[in-house]
Every structure is written in structure tokens, then in C-alpha cells.
């Protein structure tokens, strides 16, 4: 089976700009969770997707959205960008009920 | 909601020692505990899990224990050889939340 996969992997956006990231999971997948990785926090989750229903949310501010269609693709926007958001934002899907997480190569964004 | 602690936050050892790598969760519900190791500029990527009905569990020169009473599990690599140098990041997720919250991660240098 292909791995998951995201779009675009490197972006450059200017503060207050919004983005649209993109996440296809492994096929079969319904459950997809987003992360952002950055050097001082590690990995912290952001929102959980299963069934295009938001299953589980992380502490981020109501900039962070996210959404998911009915072929399980997600997607994730930040909105008003703030240069704290330069980070590396990964997702991860998973089959069903089983709690083990496949990682895309993320999407590297730098905000200037 | 979980609290993972990790340490050390970094690890050096030689080639051929032994490295281990603890994590205490707060959530007494949790009953999954995976470790991921992540290389410069990849995904993290699953290398061994446990669940709360398990003790202990080895693959190869990896093996994961778990306390639930005390509540924390270590990762214990053996014979450690330059390829093990990552970050290792370890999380807990339970019950009905699938959501994974991670440890902040430890840099592993194996050297030669």
C-alpha cells in the first residue's frame, strides 16, 4: 500500500497570510490526526479526524482548523499566520479501531 | 488530559552500549504506549508498542517494559550501533481517546 502522503511539503507565507495543507492517508484509513513539530515542543496534536466527523481536538487557538472528506482525505488551515507557526506539521492515519499511527512526511512551514 | 514525560531530553553512548529511555504518563486510563524513532529530516516512523496487559516485549535488540502501577515504561536498546542515532519520541493514548499525546523526544547519538 502507498504511505501516507501531504502537500505541499515546503511552504513560505508571510504573516497574517492563511494555508491549506493537505493529508491522503493509507488506503483504507479512516482516522487521520494532525501534529506540529517544532524544536521546542516536540510533537503536539492538534485535531483528530475519523469519518469526517473532528473525533478529538488538541490546545490550539481557533486559527487551526481542519476538515475531512469523505475519501478520508484531510485537510488542515491556519488562518492569520503568526511567525510561531513556522513548524513542521505531520499527520498520521490509522485503521479503525487500532491506535497504531502511520506518519506522512509532513509539511515544512516557515513563516516570515 | 495526559501529561508524557520523557528523559533524558539527550543520550550518548558508545557503540555497542546499551541506551534507555523512560517515560511516566499521568493518565491512568491509558492502555497503549508506542515508541517512534525519528531520523534528521524524516517522519517518525513506529518501532515497537505495548499495551497495559503486557509486561514486556522484545524485538530484536528492542524491548519495551511497562509499570502501570508506577505508570511509566522505557524503551531499552541493546548493542546500539551508529544507525540507532535518532530522536525517540514515546506516547500513551487509552480508552475511548485515540488521541496520542508524545513525549517531548530524546536525542540518541551512538558513537563510533
Known amino acids: 500500500k502507498a504511505g501516507v502522503t501531504q502537500t505541499p511539503r515546503y511552504l513560505i507565507k508571510t504573516r497574517g497570510q492563511q494555508v491549506t495543507l493537505s493529508c491522503s492517508p493509507i488506503?483504507?484509513?479512516?482516522?487521520v490526526s494532525w501534529y506540529q513539530q517544532t524544536p521546542g515542543q516536540g510533537l503536539q496534536f492538534l485535531f483528530e479526524?475519523?469519518?469526517?466527523?473532528?473525533?478529538n481536538k488538541g490546545n490550539f487557538p481557533g486559527r487551526f482548523s481542519g476538515r475531512q472528506f469523505s475519501n478520508s482525505r484531510s485537510e488542515m488551515n491556519v488562518s492569520t499566520l503568526e511567525l510561531g507557526d513556522s513548524a513542521l506539521y505531520l499527520c498520521?492515519?490509522?485503521?479503525?479501531?487500532?491506535?497504531?499511527?502511520?506518519f506522512g512526511p509532513g509539511t515544512r512551514l516557515l513563516v516570515l | 488530559g495526559e501529561n508524557v514525560e520523557q528523559h533524558p531530553s539527550t543520550l550518548s553512548v558508545q557503540e555497542g552500549d546499551s541506551a534507555v529511555i523512560k517515560c511516566t504518563y499521568s493518565?491512568?486510563?491509558?492502555?497503549?504506549f508506542p515508541w517512534y524513532k525519528q531520523e534528521l529530516g524524516k517522519r517518525p516512523q513506529l518501532i515497537i508498542d505495548?499495551?497495559?496487559?503486557?509486561g514486556e516485549k522484545k524485538d530484536q535488540r528492542i524491548a519495551v517494559t511497562l509499570n502501570k502501577t508506577a505508570k511509566h515504561f522505557s524503551l531499552h536498546i541493546t548493542e546500539t550501533q551508529p544507525e540507532d542515532s535518532a530522536v525517540y519520541f514515546c506516547?500513551?493514548?487509552?480508552?475511548?481517546?485515540?488521541?496520542?499525546?508524545f513525549g517531548k523526544g530524546t536525542l540518541l547519538t551512538v558513537n563510533p
Open positions: 498520521a492515519s490509522s485503521f479503525l479501531t487500532d491506535p497504531n499511527q502511520y
Open positions: 488506503s483504507g484509513h479512516r482516522s
Open positions: 479526524y475519523f469519518s469526517e466527523t473532528q473525533r
Open positions: 493518565d491512568s486510563a491509558s492502555n497503549y
Open positions: 505495548i499495551r497495559s496487559n503486557v
Open positions: 506516547a500513551a493514548s487509552g480508552g475511548s481517546n485515540y488521541k496520542l499525546t
